[in-house]
């Protein structure tokens, strides 16, 4: 079944980069949005169905803690699977992202990286 | 200057170019190597925390476009903005590994937004405790590790 991905990350670059991962890694890709921060994530969310959600942490106008809580807050899109895709290295910040009910890829990535973590959040989600 | 920085640099540009730019080291780190031509382009970001500072990345002006290319999996050279925005990237990647070695991996970082100039960056009040080159299969990068001059590091 393909999945509807969202990607959330202020450098284009890197958001083409996931994508071109998530295709190596064999992940059934169906509609797939991009946003450029949480503001733009929640907009693209609003008017669309999304099946999982990979967001950087550093960005401009809402970053992306500020983002699960937001999704976590609405009760419509409170379940959206999250993987968060940053270069964050503090323990201390990674265990309140896992709190939020997110899981964590630290960059750089390879696609059986992020190909491994997209199928333990969707097996999880579908518990 | 610290072998150990020196390392900790050397170890995530290799890994963030290899992984993600698809370029590969072709030989040792060599804090003595220097980039070919006069044409280099400087990426800084600053980082706060316990300690505070910013890491610095160089590279060729020649490299930048087939970094892009790579980054973004396009055949031709991305325009400059992609250009500039995939080195800025790779110095966040770089800087994100650098950082949890600093001092206790528990540590709370606010990492700044990744800056593009010609000009080498200013870093008066800092201090560098770290510097590497690596040879890629690319070109020559440039590294550097720098702390503000009261912490107690290097």
Not at chain 1, 74 to 102: M, N, W
Not at chain 2, 10 to 15: G, R, S
């Amino acid at each position: 079944m393909s999945l509807n991905i969202m990607v959330v990350d202020d450098s284009a670059v890197m958001r083409s980069m996931i994508l071109r991962t998530l295709e190596m890694s064999d992940v059934d890709l169906g509609q797939v949005y991009q946003a450029a921060n949480g503001q733009e994530a929640l907009e693209l969310l609003a008017d669309n169905w999304v099946d999982l959600a990979l967001v950087d942490i550093n960005m401009p106008v809402m970053n992306g803690e500020e983002l699960i809580e937001q999704i976590r807050s609405r009760p419509e899109i409170a379940d959206l699977p999250v993987i968060v895709v940053s270069t964050e290295g503090s323990q201390t910040r990674i265990e309140r992202l896992h709190a939020k009910g997110a899981e964590f890829i630290h960059k750089p990535f390879t696609p059986e990286m992020i190909g491994e973590i997209v199928q333990k959040v969707l097996e999880a989600s579908h518990e | 200057m610290s072998e150990t920085y020196n390392d900790q640099l050397a170890t995530a540009a290799a890994e963030a170019f290899s992984m993600l730019g698809f370029m590969f080291p072709m030989g040792e780190p060599d804090a003595t190597l220097k980039i070919d031509g006069a044409d280099v382009v400087s990426a800084t970001v600053a980082f706060a925390g316990p300690i505070s500072g910013a890491v610095d990345l160089r590279v060729s002006a020649e490299l930048l476009p087939m970094l892009a290319a790579n980054m973004s999996g396009s055949d031709e050279p991305p325009p400059e903005d992609q250009q500039t925005d995939a080195l800025g990237e790779m110095l966040n990647v770089i800087c994100g590994n650098v950082l949890p070695m600093l001092d206790d991996p528990a540590s709370v970082y606010d990492v700044g937004a990744p800056t593009c100039c010609k000009d080498a960056p200013d870093h008066a009040g800092q201090k560098v405790v770290g510097a590497t080159s690596l040879p890629l299969d690319a070109g020559v990068v440039e590294l550097a590790l720098f702390v503000n001059e009261a912490a107690d590091v290097g």
